[in-house]
């Protein structure tokens, strides 16, 4: 059985240096993803000084979308783990950025908030509701509320006068290159919000948005439709005509895991199941670069050429994320998911090996051990992939009825 609350010097007792991961061991894991943890939180000093500008965000360069991220990765080392040490730190990060209408618009960052930033926080938010994670405290409505008003100011900027519909990339004129770009990340990121909005609430409106949202994905071209792998974006001054052929993890990782919800939404439906089935299919896109490292994952945009920026070395931790949480939606994939992502977090946890203590991560894992590239996203990933391994120990996300609406 799943105990919750394993107490951090328990697990600081069994110190296992990541690089000798047991992939099968539920302990080792315990401690692996303990120590890469404590390092991703070893870039955050936001809450030392109790000021605004610096809860709940990273240090430049990091932006406020991966802030978010982290603070959904770091829900799920709890929730994997049973390690509640950090829940008051990740709960007064969350709390700190729902804005005044408690909707994740929050002024202070509008510099930085496109629909694709908003929709990472909102996939951390519903993570707090779809685990019964410690509600707010005071006049802050719960989780789900503030997932839902998310969602209420996205639909509106569904845009039909260009690309027959979607999501531009910005929300701000004043924000650059974004107004014209409809992406794939902010409009996966809308279907996979409503997806969980339609499972967590039980009410269809949030369905028939995803149904919608992945429609015109699928017309527009984001989702190819013969290798279904999923391309960046496209401009609206061209009617969407010519595609950004670009691919990123992430975003498979988010229309995944959308299509995995509303199979388990729609009680198995067969036309999510395939639709799942095939972005399995096509993840295999970020497996296996060279035949030195087989079903090990890597960033192929950009990690052969050495081209990731900060945002793009944050990446494979949401493919990861997403694909541990489709097994619990299709527990069918589970067998291809084990197959990808055991060597992956085996490969992650050997690329952990840098610094002075031998536990800093590394940015790719198909080099058999530590690149020297370190940072938070490369925290981030790796922590999402071993952490993943303890997936189906831990209880599903709830649904409607299951999902604690009121505080206290
Ligand atoms: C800030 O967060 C760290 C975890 O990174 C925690 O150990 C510390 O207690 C927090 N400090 C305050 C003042 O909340
Ligand atoms: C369903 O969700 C929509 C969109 O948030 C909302 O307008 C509507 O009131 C909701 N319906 C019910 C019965 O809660
Ligand atoms: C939906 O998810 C639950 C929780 O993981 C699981 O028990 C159930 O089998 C899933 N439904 C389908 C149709 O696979
Ligand atoms: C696998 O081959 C690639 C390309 O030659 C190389 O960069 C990488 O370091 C190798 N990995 C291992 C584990 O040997």
Redesign the pocket.
Known sequence: MFVKSVNAAALAAIFIPPKDLDVNSPSSIRSVASTIAHGLMSYYSGNVTNTPETIAVFPQPHFWWQAGAAWGAMLDYSHYTGDSSYDEVIKQALVSQVGPNFDLMNPLHFGSEGNDDQAFWGFSILEAAERNFPQPDDNIPPWLDIAINTFNTMAPRWDETACGGGLAWQIFESNPNGMNYKNSVSNGGFFQLSARLARATGNATYYEWAKKVWDWSEKVGFIDPKTFIVYDGADRRDNCAELNRLSFSYSHGIYLYGAAVL??YT??DKVWADRTNNLLKGADLYFSPFDNSTNVMFEQACEPYGTCNNDMKSFKGYLSRFMWATT?????TLGRVEELLKPSAAAAARACSGGAKGTECGQKWYVGGFDGVVGLGQQMTALETVQGLLSQRAP?PFKAGEIKHVKG
Do not use: A, D, I
């Open positions: 199979y388990n009680e198995g619990r939606m299709m527990p069918s599903p």
